[in-house]
C-alpha cells in the first residue's frame, strides 16, 4: 500500500513537471511570435520612412532643378549610410537608390543623366545653373516619372525625373 501511494505521488510529481515544461515551452514560443511580429512592423515602418522621402515626388510634375538635386543628395547619403555601391547592387536584391534625370540639352536632343546619386557637387551645381531657368526667366520644370519600388526589398531602386516640354 505504502509502495503504491509512493508511485501514485511521483507520478503526479512528473505529470506537473510535464505540465510546467509545457507551459514553459507555450510561452516561450508566443513570446518569439510577438517579438517576430514586433520587428517585423519595425521593418516595414522602416521602410516606409526611407520610401516616402522619394514616392512623395512620384507624379509630381512642377519638381524643379534643386528638387532634383535634393532627390539625389538624398538617395546619395543613404547609399553612403548603407555603404551600397554602383557595384554591389544586383538587380534583383537591390537597395541601391538610383536617380535617372531625362534633360533636354540646347540643341534640343533629350540627354539621359543615369546615376545622378553618384554625381559630383560641381555636377550638381552646373545642373541647377543649365536647368533652372529659361531665356525668359521661367523656372524650368521636370516630372517625377516613375519610383520604382524593388519587390524583394521593398526599399524604392530607382527614380525617375523628365524635363517638361
Same mark, same amino acid.
Given at each position: 500500500m505504502?509502495?503504491?501511494?509512493? =508511485?501514485?505521488?511521483m507520478?503526479a510529481?512528473?505529470?506537473?513537471g510535464?505540465? !510546467? !515544461?509545457?507551459?514553459?515551452?507555450?510561452?516561450?514560443?508566443?513570446f518569439?511570435?510577438?517579438s /517576430?511580429? !514586433?520587428?517585423?512592423?519595425?521593418?516595414? =515602418? @522602416?521602410?516606409d520612412?526611407?520610401?516616402?522621402q522619394?514616392?512623395k515626388?512620384?507624379?509630381? /510634375?512642377?519638381c524643379? =532643378?534643386?528638387?532634383?538635386? $535634393?532627390?539625389?543628395?538624398?538617395?546619395?547619403?543613404?547609399? /553612403?549610410?548603407?555603404?551600397?555601391?554602383?557595384?554591389?547592387?544586383?538587380? $534583383?536584391? $537591390?537597395?541601391?537608390?538610383?536617380?535617372?534625370?531625362?534633360? $533636354?540639352?540646347s540643341?534640343?536632343?533629350?540627354g539621359?543623366?543615369?546615376?545622378?546619386?553618384? =554625381?559630383? @557637387?560641381?555636377?550638381?551645381?552646373?545642373?541647377?545653373? /543649365?536647368?533652372?531657368?529659361?531665356?525668359?526667366?521661367?523656372?524650368?520644370?521636370?516630372?517625377?516619372?516613375?519610383?520604382? !519600388?524593388?519587390?524583394?526589398?521593398?526599399?524604392?531602386?530607382?527614380?525617375?525625373?523628365?524635363?517638361?516640354?
Amino acid at each position: 500500500m505504502e509502495n503504491a501511494s509512493n =508511485a501514485l505521488i511521483m507520478a503526479a510529481t512528473i505529470l506537473i513537471g510535464v505540465l !510546467i !515544461i509545457s507551459a514553459g515551452a507555450f510561452l516561450f514560443n508566443q513570446f518569439g511570435e510577438n517579438s /517576430k511580429t !514586433i520587428n517585423e512592423r519595425m521593418e516595414q =515602418a @522602416q521602410k516606409d520612412q526611407i520610401n516616402a522621402q522619394f514616392v512623395k515626388f512620384e507624379g509630381v /510634375k512642377t519638381c524643379t =532643378a534643386h528638387d532634383i538635386v $535634393s532627390v539625389a543628395n538624398l538617395a546619395k547619403e543613404y547609399n /553612403k549610410n548603407n555603404e551600397l555601391t554602383i557595384a554591389n547592387s544586383g538587380e $534583383s536584391g $537591390s537597395y541601391y537608390i538610383q536617380v535617372t534625370v531625362k534633360a $533636354s540639352n540646347s540643341d534640343n536632343s533629350v540627354g539621359k543623366l543615369s546615376n545622378f546619386e553618384d =554625381a559630383t @557637387q560641381e555636377n550638381y551645381q552646373n545642373f541647377m545653373k /543649365k536647368y533652372s531657368l529659361t531665356n525668359d526667366n521661367n523656372q524650368l520644370r521636370f516630372t517625377c516619372k516613375s519610383v520604382t !519600388i524593388n519587390d524583394k526589398t521593398g526599399y524604392v531602386s530607382n527614380i525617375v525625373f523628365e524635363q517638361n516640354n
